[in-house]
């Protein structure tokens, strides 16, 4: 069975633009979490979608948002980037039944310059 | 490769030592708890986990052992390899699929 997969895998954006990442979760996975990974802040919770529907939120601003289609796959997108935003955004699906245990994707790294 | 964190506490082995890896949960409350295991430029991996109504749980080469009275969690690796050089996260689980990590420690073994 295929693992998670994150579209692209390499990003480089400027300060004031948008971006949006991709995430496809393992087949038959209907749970997909989303989380920022940088040096100083470690591993942080973004959000997480459970058919179609954002159940849990992290501390983020507002520019941070997602969405989750019909087929399971998850987009996150940021708006209006800072140069703090630059991390490496992983995302995580989990099993029917066992949305306790996440398995992840390599992740897109983000820079903005 | 990427880095995944400054200033990380490591543990440095030889070949075919066991190797302890030790992590403090914040919340009492967690009652899933989760070892990943992350290498250069990849996504974290499980490893291993263990529920709160468990003390011990075994895997292959690797056992995770749950202390709830002062909320530590330890990650044990029998036989430790060079392979198993990465930085490794305990994760408490705090509900809808909503993991809390620690800030992880790196593994160094050397041949």
């Known amino acids: 069975k295929a693992g998670v997969t994150q579209t692209p895998r390499y990003l480089i954006k400027t300060r004031g633009q948008q971006v949006t990442l991709s995430c496809s979760p393992i087949s038959g996975h209907r749970s997909v979490s989303w989380y920022q990974q940088t040096p100083g802040q470690g591993l942080q919770f973004l959000f997480e979608?459970?058919?179609?529907?954002?159940?849990n939120k992290g501390n983020f601003p507002g520019r941070f948002s997602g969405r989750q289609f019909s087929n399971s796959r998850s987009e996150m997108n940021v708006s209006t980037l800072e140069l703090g935003d630059s991390a490496l955004y992983l995302c995580?699906?989990?099993?029917?039944?066992?949305?306790?245990?996440?398995?992840f994707g390599p992740g897109t790294r983000l820079t903005v310059l | 490769g990427e880095s995944v964190g400054l200033h990380l506490p490591t543990l440095s082995v030889q070949e075919g030592d066991n190797s302890i890896i030790n992590c403090a949960y914040s919340n009492s409350a967690s009652d899933y708890f989760i070892w990943y295991k992350q290498e250069s430029g990849k996504g974290p991996q499980f490893i291993i986990d263990i529920r709160s109504n468990m003390d011990k749980r075994q895997g292959q080469r690797v056992t995770v052992l749950l202390n709830k009275t002062v909320k530590h969690l330890s990650l044990q690796i029998a036989a430790t390899q060079p392979g198993d050089s990465a930085v490794y996260f305990c994760a408490e689980n705090k509900g809808y699929s909503t993991l809390t990590f620690g800030k992880g420690t790196m593994l160094l073994v050397s041949p």
């Open positions: 979608y459970f058919s179609e529907t954002q159940r």
């Open positions: 995580a699906s989990s099993p029917p039944g066992g949305e306790d245990t996440q398995y």
